[in-house]
């Protein structure tokens, strides 16, 4: 690792304590990135009582039958890495996902360069920002009012910024509208609702097992 790099993660504190980069901070970030992928392909029924009223996108893997929901926790797990790794190590963690699905099928429809021009793309760049955002905010001393407001605002840039690009792209495959609304209504409609729910939960477990994960490395 060039000693520059190496300089600046360790540069990382948790408590006043710096953190430097180990084999076992290392294995930790590959295992985050594989939750990722793991979560990128999970799917957990959930009941939704607004199932009839969404419209329903067939290549969609988040669909609604007979108010069964059927959710992907991609979204709450970007948020215990953040939770759990910290804004630096977060970051390296959410880059490495996205680099590996340039190369490899590790994203919900696939993966390669042309995933770039892929209309839910926008959402998986939008977790950069997400952790950068949420990772500087979780150093302060937080409660539980602050981390119901810090998941409301991550999860809705998430989707604020994925929800753009979608437009983005529509607009130079002059996709039409009624298209691109069923598919903002898919991805974003009750979707918010549960990441919202889920990710305030996923930082408060991240918290937690940081704690005993940094005890046990450093």
């Known amino acids: 690792m060039p000693r520059r790099i ?3 993660l360790n540069s990382f504190k948790y408590k006043g304590e710096p953190i430097r980069v180990t084999v076992g901070t290392l294995v930790l970030i590959c295992f985050c990135i594989l939750l990722l992928i793991v979560a990128t392909f999970t799917q957990v029924t959930l009941h939704n009582p607004f199932a009839s009223l969404i419209p329903q996108d067939p290549d969609s893997m988040e669909m609604s039958v007979s108010g069964i929901y059927r959710y ?12 759990l790794l910290g804004r630096k ?4 963690a ?9 190369f490899f099928p590790i994203f919900a429809l696939g993966g390669g360069i042309t995933y770039l ?6 959402y998986i760049l939008a977790f950069i920002p997400a952790v950068f955002f949420t990772g500087t905010l979780l150093k302060i001393k937080t409660d539980f ?6 998941s409301i605002l991550g999860v809705a840039a998430i989707h604020i910024l994925g929800i753009l690009y979608m437009l983005f792209i529509a607009t130079l495959r ?3 509208f009624e298209m691109v609304a069923g598919w ?5 409609g009750i979707q918010i609702i549960y990441d919202i729910f889920f990710t305030i939960l996923a930082i408060y477990i991240g918290r937690f097992a940081r704690k005993i994960f940094w005890i046990i490395m450093c």
Request: proline share 6%; with cysteine; charged share 10%.
């Open 174 to 176: 002059h996709t039409p």
């Open 6 to 8: 190496e300089e600046q």
């Open 72 to 83: 992907i926790p991609q979204i709450p797990m970007v948020f215990f890495i953040i939770a």
């Open 94 to 102: 959410i880059c490495g996902y996205i680099l590996l699905g340039m």
């Open 89 to 92: 190590f977060g970051i390296l």
């Open 117 to 122: 021009f892929e209309y839910r793309f926008g």
């Open 145 to 150: 009012l602050r981390i119901v407001l810090m």
């Open 184 to 188: 903002i209504a898919a991805q974003s």
